[in-house]
């Protein structure tokens, strides 16, 4: 069973999870965020599930391992689709709509395909390895664009608030799990670092949350006050 | 080993970036927000702030009655703040101009704190007032 500290980070998540929907839903905001709620719901509803299965097989069973790299794969895919549906709000103005949908579309196969490629010589498993493999990818793919959407934001001045926090909170979760990855590689699951993944995970809807909570729709700020190095 | 050495970096470089601009749109905020003449006296600040009232105008703030609108706020720019203090003390060194640009971004960050400050003092009187008309 989880320890303490697992419990208190899975029991804050799925808080601000739920913070974010009732807030999104408070402030008129449900359909224009659709996908950002979406994401958090399903990831809402994943959590519960994961705690009721570890709860009734136990950590090491192969049903919590399954339902584990499955759902966490469909969660990648959901917040690939947020991040996209953030693109529509940026570019919406350039009516670039048709164009982004279509490019999420090849990228999301190129990477499954991609992924598929990898986890291909491997006999055992391959479903398995291949969700794992494509939830990874997908996290990689996902820093990318949002480094791609923060450029398109500074280049075409974008001034509403609310989107602008939203991207930039998801610049911080996408690099902080991005190092976090890395750091496990290097030392191993160990300590801390254990805690960083799933502490990542609360900040992503806590950050959320605020930014539903404080601004409105209307908010707006100088775009030239974000660029870290002033020009 | 390599690999992992290269996308920690790179993850770093931009956990840095996302970060700086994340905290200067907390900032941009409260930027085009009056102080009260109250909080000038008080703190110090005339038209702009300087990087040195940042510990000031913090102390002040431990003063006045918490509101939990601003809290979070308040943390992650306070982390900024210690951010750039570092950054200052083991870079500027090198990079001479990494000084007056984190001097300019802690002005920021003592804006900031003197705008929750002027927040918090509206917030409290609005209370008494409240109490008072009870």
Known sequence: MPGSIDLIIWFLGTAFELTFVVCSL?????????????????????????????????????????????????????????????????????????????????????????????????????????????????????????????????????????????????????????????????????????????????????????????????????????????? | MMMAALIFVASLATLWMFFVSYCRSLMASSSRHPLSAEVRDVTGIRTVASAGDYRRVTQLLQLCPDRQEDRTGLQAVSIYHSFLTATRQMFAWIVPSLRSWAEHEQAGCAYFAAVALDRRIAHNREMLAQQDNF
């Open chain 1, 26 to 231: 408070a402030r008129k905001s449900f359909l224009r965020y659709f996908f950002l709620n979406l994401y958090l719901l399903l990831s809402m509803t994943v959590s519960i599930g994961r705690f009721f299965i570890l709860w009734s097989s136990g950590q090491g069973s192969d049903q919590y391992m399954y339902f584990y790299f499955y759902s966490d794969a469909l969660l990648t895919v959901a917040l690939f689709v947020a991040l996209i549906s953030l693109y529509s709000h940026v570019l919406g103005e350039l009516r670039a709509g048709e164009y982004v949908k279509w490019g999420a579309v090849f990228l999301l196969l190129g990477t499954a395909g991609f992924s598929y490629a990898v986890v291909a010589q491997s006999a055992t498993r391959l479903s398995t390895s291949f969700a794992y493999e494509l939830s990874q990818n997908l996290y990689f793919v996902g820093l990318v664009l949002t480094y791609i959407l923060w450029g398109a934001v500074l280049k075409l001045r974008e001034t509403r608030t609310r989107p602008v926090q939203i991207i930039l909170s998801l610049g911080l979760y996408f690099s902080g799990y991005a190092a976090s990855y890395a750091l496990a590689n290097f030392s191993g699951k160990h300590g801390i670092i254990q805690y960083i993944c799933p502490a990542l995970g609360c900040f992503l809807p806590l950050s959320w949350s605020l930014t539903m909570l404080r601004y409105t729709e209307e908010s707006r700020l100088v775009p030239a006050q974000l660029l870290a190095v002033p020009r």
